[in-house]
């Protein structure tokens, strides 16, 4: 039987960079995946590194996507040196574009929302957003601009950390996922696999939105698929340099010319389809947003499955389990909150504490919960 210091269900950005983290620490650790590593939500995203909350339910969150986005440039760089790999990271800012109702009373709104969680953020007239991205829609009449954004290419990051991982010692597995957690009395002891048992001391559960589906992690990891269409266009008449947000749409753009736009939320389990209505939706607002796409050529197009928990934020942390950690439940922010995830874990694995307050987010809110319900 293979023994490890740590073992990590699942070998997407979060696995993989967890993984990374604690090799780097001169841990000997093993992934294991059930499927082909960092083709699940990792592969699906869009790469967007943006601490700004989406809505109100995601303020809890912004201290540690804030932290998270700082720590970026020193997390890719590891990555990059450690695999040869290059992951196209734009330090270019995004902006948010306006069009529609009391622009003005919109922009007001969200740069009060912005400064006060301590974000950088500037108001455009429809006049500046256009000077600096042309390709927008004639009718805009303001933006935000949100200067400290960036964005990567999140398959080349999810394979380049595989790979320094891989560099570091770590070995990886695919095809042999977790089935269960193998547990003795309150001692999680490893994993159970499809090829039989794995022994470490630590035990990562990182599965996204399978999470649950590894017995005895359900009732830490409440985590079900929240279904995301995209499509990738190519249009060499539009350029653009910003991650672009309208209420309807956002565009990313590549360092190769092909723009990114997205994404659908669609809460209806496992099904992978790219559907017509969903397609529609995002096409509308890509050209509604950037008209010159409306010649664009569709290169691409996909559905991935986002890990959603029933309160929408991240799962993290040691559960009543000793030896057993939880890492899943990203939502839409997985991309982003990767090297905070990976760093929080090799903290709690090598010191037993955290430089971040985690308990917000704790595997054991669930159980709490229904404890009290009952």
Known sequence: MKKYDAVVAGGGLIGASIAFELAQAGLHVGVFDAREPGREASWAGAGIISPAPEGPAMFPLVALSKASAAIYPKFIKAVEEASGQNVEYRPDGAMEVFWEGDVREEISTLLAVYHGVGLRAEALTGERAKELEPGLMEEVQGGVLRPDESSLDNRALTQATLEAAKRKGVEIFA?????????????????????????????????????????????????????????????????????????????????????????????????????????????????????????????????????????HLPILGPTDVEGLLLATGHFRSGILLAPLTAQLMREWITTQKVSADWERFSPMRFLEAQAQGA
Request: aromatic share 6%; proline share 5%; hydrophobic share 40%.
């Open 175 to 311: 095809g042999n996922g977790a089935t269960g957690i193998w547990k003795e009395g309150r001692r999680c002891k490893g994993l159970q696999l499809t090829s039989g048992n794995v022994e470490a001391k630590w035990t990562i559960i990182a599965a996204g939105c399978f999470s649950a589906k590894i017995a005895g992690a359900a009732p830490y990891a409440p985590v079900s698929p929240a279904k995301g269409q995209m499509a990738v266009l190519r249009c060499e008449a539009v350029n653009i340099q910003h991650v672009l947000w309208s209420e309807n749409i956002y565009l990313v753009p590549r360092n190769d010319g092909r723009i990114l736009a997205g994404s659908t939320v669609e809460r209806i389990g496992f099904d992978r389809d790219v559907t017509a209505g969903g397609m529609k939706k995002i096409m509308n607002g890509a050209i509604e947003l950037v008209p010159g796409l409306a010649k664009a050529r569709i290169e691409e197009t996909w559905a991935g499955l986002r890990p959603d928990s029933p309160d």
